[in-house]
């Protein structure tokens, strides 16, 4: 099939690069300008899946929009999960829309706000000048994962209006699907809602466990055991089910947010959510406070600054959250991260109190405390003779639950976990 991408960033490449592999001829167009894929993206293996498909001529890049829809079978939006989303999404409608070829079915994969679909069917009637259908194609990518939750999908949820464009998109994502049929047809709302309802979930979920480990640390319980006890529940498993620092990233703090706009007052469960995010935010600096005091002064390693791990993404990250804490309290910050501290220091600015490492046991000389924040493999399993060596004060505090307190509390260590109040503090 040919098939256009119109969008930015990551999510347009990846969704470009996914489709040419499974065999159809793909045209994509950068609304930024640019032609290229020489695009600063670090999502593992999309270098390697773009040139292979550019060399086997599956996959271009158009320097006219108009060009790259003009034989169109599909064309899809695809920008990455951003403020503004659904605007930028109407004003690539309205460049293109005229030139779209007849039976051409426009695909928007882009997260916009609930019924966006309405306002693009509005532009479409208005400037197409043939017969065009809509459909909604919500994109369910994890930054660091995102081949494969495109080519191995757990599901696929397409909106749309007729029996006709279901027959197609079918037909598209069938090559995705072999082994079993994932692929769930609703109207554009419905589907539109359920993008929005699934990253609601996820973070109800994350904010649950966060309000229980907070329970555990006061009674004395280790949330690692109460997690198990739970989560072998089948009605409720392991997923999601992990307590930390919260959550950040675009998707879960903007889309709760839009569904709490969009509900009037109507949701006193997702406002709850919200809320205790923002408290656990505050987790690893009070924890700090507790076993340090006055942090004036004091010297501070962080390992892991992006929101999630394999990723260079800071938007939202509890680690930027906590440095600013800590700047603003007067402690010295040494960071370390294996991908972000780019993306960090153009976040934070400069500041003489903040320093970044070339290497994670660079950050460890001389500190008061190590801060776990971004699970990271290289911070899975430490050299913890030398991290004690390195430190100043034997204070672990870990904000992802990765190690084993009681081990290193037996090995002189202050550990402090997220609702490990089970382990004695030094």
């Not at 699907?177 to 309802?197: K, N, V």
């Not at 603003?328 to 003489?352: F, K, N, Q, R, T």
């Not at 660079?362 to 899975?380: C, G, I, N």
Request: glycine fraction near 8%; include cysteine; charged fraction near 20%.
């Amino acid at each position: 099939m040919n098939i256009s991408v119109v969008g930015s960033g990551y999510a347009a490449l990846t969704l470009s690069a996914c489709l040419a592999e499974m065999g159809n001829q793909v045209s994509v167009f950068f609304d930024n300008g640019q032609i290229s894929p020489e695009i600063p993206v670090n999502e593992p293996g999309l270098s390697a899946m773009i040139a292979a498909n550019v060399s086997g001529r599956r996959l271009c890049f158009s320097e006219s929009i108009e060009e790259a829809v003009s034989d169109a079978d599909f064309v899809f939006l695809s920008h990455p999960h951003e403020p503004g989303n659904t605007q930028r999404v109407i004003e690539d409608l309205q460049r293109f829309a005229s030139s779209l070829p007849a039976e051409c079915i426009v695909v928007n994969s882009t997260a916009t706000e609930l019924g966006a679909t309405n306002t693009l069917r509005g532009v479409l009637a208005e400037i197409a000048a043939v017969d065009v259908h809509i459909a909604v194609h919500p994109l369910f990518l994890k930054e660091g994962d995102a081949i494969d939750d495109l080519m191995h999908p757990d599901r696929i949820i397409a909106g749309v209006e007729s029996h006709g464009v279901r027959t197609r998109i079918a037909e598209l994502f069938k090559p995705f699907m072999r082994q079993q049929d994932r692929i769930h047809f609703m109207t554009p709302i419905e589907a539109e809602l359920s993008r929005f309802a699934a990253n609601g979930m996820l973070a109800t979920r994350v904010s649950f466990m966060n309000e229980i480990a907070a329970i555990a640390e006061q009674c004395g319980a280790d949330i690692e055991q109460v997690r198990q006890g739970i989560g072998a529940d089948p009605r409720i498993g392991y997923a999601y089910l992990y307590p930390g620092v919260g959550y950040g990233g675009h998707h879960l703090p903007e889309d709760i947010q839009s569904l709490i706009a969009a509900s009037g007052d109507q949701a006193p469960l997702l406002t709850a959510v919200a809320t205790r995010n923002d408290l656990q935010h505050s987790w690893a600096f009070a924890q700090l406070n507790d076993a340090l005091g006055a942090l004036t002064g004091k010297r501070v390693a962080i390992w892991g600054l992006a929101f999630r791990p394999g990723t260079d993404d800071v938007n939202g990250s509890p680690a930027i959250v906590l440095i600013r804490q800590l700047l603003d309290a007067g402690a010295h910050v040494a960071a370390y991260d294996p991908m972000a501290i780019e993306s960090a220091a153009e976040e934070l600015g400069a500041s003489a109190s903040l320093t970044f490492a070339s290497h994670q046991y660079d950050a460890l000389a001389d500190a008061d405390a190590l801060v776990l924040m971004t699970e990271w493999k290289p911070f899975r399993l430490p050299d913890f003779n030398a991290v004690k060596r390195l430190l100043r004060t034997p204070l672990i505090v870990d904000g992802r639950n990765q190690y084993d307190g009681d081990a290193l509390h037996q090995s002189g260590f202050d550990y402090r976990g997220v609702g490990r109040g089970h382990i004695k503090k030094l």
